[in-house]
């Protein structure tokens, strides 16, 4: 998996594109001193990768640019890594982003480099116990420390924090819920009361729109819960005494369009198989009686996708006396479903 393609990937942009998340979430995991030197009302959201594209199972991440008290702007870098475990490595990693986030800066011929804030969150199951410095990377004499690369970056593991003490707005909460809780063997447990925030959110376009990020989410990144448990999870928590709401209504239509979606798929899929054998015993037959297949007629037969039309081709190509007959039925089948109606 790899950018979009990765459903951690799609949340994380999915949600750290939303301004209001990210300025609470920042609010909440800044250090003060930071918070007091930068105004997260200038925040804004930069370049949308700088992760490698092979790197893109492990990590996503998000730039942002914001003003400071003293008129001038540094950047803001959140880096997600949803393995299971810690990397080792991970400042080494940072580092490399970082020099790409600077090279920007000599693009634009700036005449000094922007500060950039790292901050890592982690969301696996083990602990983090990496250092979060660049010189933890490192050992030797203390006469050496001097050449050793220093720069820190701050770490928010999700791991350390049980779910009463994750703070912040409805969406900020939601969202760091879904992915403390997306590798647990109890998600389907732990998802009504996720699901239950969404009550707290005054606009209901938005709580609708955030819904059917977090079901597509939960869909694609964890095989841990199923149609059923979807289900069971928006009726316990948006579901009041007088019946289903709104929400709830678009959301099981949601999951209902997905399910319609797959089978469509699936049908199609099996279909392509079928043609694409069919085609393939055409084929072999005319080997076997004509010891021939010219490159024409197997591009006429591409053209065809229609199981039962290629069935009747396979009996005439069993009862054909030549294959030039076969190559004018071919090409009379091909010309009737190529001419407007």
Same mark, same amino acid.
């Given at each position: 998996?790899?950018?979009?393609g990765?459903?951690h990937?799609?949340?994380?942009?999915?949600?750290?594109?939303?301004?209001?998340?990210v300025?609470?979430?920042? $609010?909440q995991?800044?250090p003060?001193?930071?918070? $007091?030197?930068?105004?997260?009302?200038?925040? $804004?959201?930069?370049k949308?990768t700088?992760?490698?594209?092979?790197?893109?199972?492990?990590?996503?991440?998000?730039?942002?640019r914001?003003?400071?008290?003293e008129?001038?702007?540094l =950047?803001?870098?959140?880096?997600?890594e949803?393995?299971?475990?810690? *990397?080792?490595?991970?400042?080494?990693?940072?580092?490399?982003y970082?020099?790409?986030?600077?090279?920007?800066?000599?693009r634009?011929k700036r005449?000094? %480099? /922007?500060?950039?804030?790292?901050? &890592?969150?982690y969301?696996?199951?083990?602990?983090?116990r990496?250092?979060?410095?660049?010189?933890g990377?490192?050992?030797?004499d203390?006469?050496l420390?001097?050449?050793?690369?220093?720069?820190?970056?701050?770490l =928010?593991?999700?791991? /350390?924090?049980?779910?009463?003490?994750?703070q912040?707005?409805?969406?900020?909460?939601?969202t760091?819920?879904?992915?403390?809780?997306?590798? *647990?063997?109890?998600?389907?447990d732990?998802?009504? /009361?996720?699901?239950?925030?969404?009550?707290? %959110?005054?606009?209901q #376009?938005?709580a609708?729109?955030?819904l #059917?990020?977090v079901?597509? =989410?939960?869909?694609?990144?964890?095989?841990?819960?199923?149609?059923e448990?979807l &289900?069971?999870?928006l009726e316990?928590?948006l579901?009041?005494?007088?019946?289903?709401? %709104?929400m709830?209504?678009?959301?099981?239509?949601?999951i209902?369009?997905?399910?319609?979606?797959?089978?469509e798929?699936?049908?199609?899929?099996?279909?392509?198989?079928?043609l694409?054998?069919?085609?393939n015993?055409? %084929?072999d037959?005319?080997k076997?009686?004509? *010891?021939?297949?010219?490159?024409?007629? &197997?591009?006429?037969?591409?053209?065809?996708?229609?199981?039962?039309?290629?069935r009747?081709?396979l009996?005439?190509v069993?009862?054909?006396?030549?294959?030039?007959?076969v190559e004018?039925?071919?090409?009379?089948?091909v010309?009737?479903?190529?001419?407007?109606?």
């Amino acid at each position: 998996m790899s950018g979009l393609g990765n459903p951690h990937d799609k949340f994380f942009k999915e949600a750290c594109s939303r301004p209001e998340v990210v300025r609470d979430f920042l $609010a909440q995991q800044l250090p003060p001193a930071v918070l $007091a030197q930068i105004d997260l009302d200038t925040l $804004a959201l930069q370049k949308d990768t700088f992760v490698d594209a092979d790197l893109g199972e492990h990590f996503s991440d998000r730039l942002y640019r914001v003003e400071t008290k003293e008129q001038t702007s540094l =950047y803001i870098y959140l880096l997600l890594e949803h393995k299971s475990y810690p *990397d080792p490595f991970i400042a080494l990693q940072l580092l490399r982003y970082l020099v790409r986030i600077w090279e920007q800066d000599l693009r634009e011929k700036r005449q000094q %480099l /922007r500060l950039v804030v790292p901050l &890592v969150v982690y969301h696996g199951a083990k602990r983090w116990r990496v250092a979060t410095n660049f010189e933890g990377l490192f050992t030797g004499d203390e006469a050496l420390r001097p050449y050793w690369p220093q720069f820190e970056y701050i770490l =928010y593991d999700l791991s /350390r924090y049980s779910d009463a003490e994750i703070q912040g707005a409805v969406l900020t909460r939601i969202t760091q819920l879904l992915l403390r809780h997306i590798f *647990d063997p109890r998600l389907a447990d732990e998802l009504p /009361r996720i699901f239950q925030l969404f009550r707290e %959110l005054a606009h209901q #376009e938005t709580a609708l729109q955030f819904l #059917e990020t977090v079901l597509r =989410y939960l869909s694609a990144a964890s095989e841990r819960v199923s149609r059923e448990d979807l &289900v069971h999870a928006l009726e316990t928590a948006l579901v009041d005494d007088k019946g289903e709401t %709104l929400m709830t209504t678009l959301a099981q239509q949601w999951i209902q369009e997905g399910e319609q979606a797959g089978l469509e798929k699936g049908i199609q899929k099996g279909l392509q198989k079928g043609l694409r054998a069919m085609r393939n015993s055409i %084929l072999d037959l005319l080997k076997v009686r004509f *010891d021939t297949a010219d490159l024409a007629l &197997v591009q006429n037969l591409e053209k065809i996708d229609d199981l039962d039309t290629l069935r009747i081709i396979l009996t005439q190509v069993a009862t054909a006396d030549s294959i030039t007959q076969v190559e004018q039925a071919v090409a009379a089948v091909v010309a009737d479903e190529t001419t407007p109606d």
